[in-house]
Nanobody, 121 residues
Framework: QVQLVESGGGLVQPGGSLRLTCTASRRTYSSSFLAWFRQAPGQDREFVAAVRPSGNRYYAEAIKGRFTISREDSQTMHLQMNDLKPEDTAVYYC????????????????WGQGTQVTVAS
């Protein structure tokens, strides 16, 4: 089992930045497919960004060019979010898949508890 813990959420004005961090309870990231999802009230959980063990990165169209996913080490990954917009408001979740590339929540084995990001003036 792997426990994931997100941090770094909060309230930010439109145009601002936040950096989310996801820390794993044991070394997991170097051989796993890592991703961030988000879920706004009344909406389905949606894919945001992902990174393969090889370093290849994938982004949802809505955040491309504004968000960057990175893997710091085998237990820490980040989501740098710039030029935030009100529509980015959601609970953000990190997730790990041990079975490979996917953008579907059902394919991810481990999840964090989520961190709230609110973009408002």
């Amino acid at each position: 089992q792997v426990q994931l813990v997100e941090s770094g959420g909060g309230l930010v004005q439109p145009g601002g930045s936040l950096r989310l961090t996801c820390t794993a309870s044991r070394r997991t990231y170097s051989s796993s497919f890592l991703a961030w999802f988000r879920q706004a009230p009344g909406q389905d959980r949606e894919f945001v960004a992902a990174v393969r063990p090889s370093g290849n990165r994938y982004y949802a169209e809505a955040i491309k060019g504004r968000f960057t996913i990175s893997r710091e080490d085998s237990q820490t990954m980040h989501l740098q979010m710039n030029d935030l917009k009100p529509e980015d408001t959601a609970v953000y979740y990190c997730a790990v898949s041990t079975t490979g590339y996917s953008r579907q929540p059902k394919d991810f084995n481990y999840w964090g508890q989520g961190t709230q990001v609110t973009v408002a003036s």
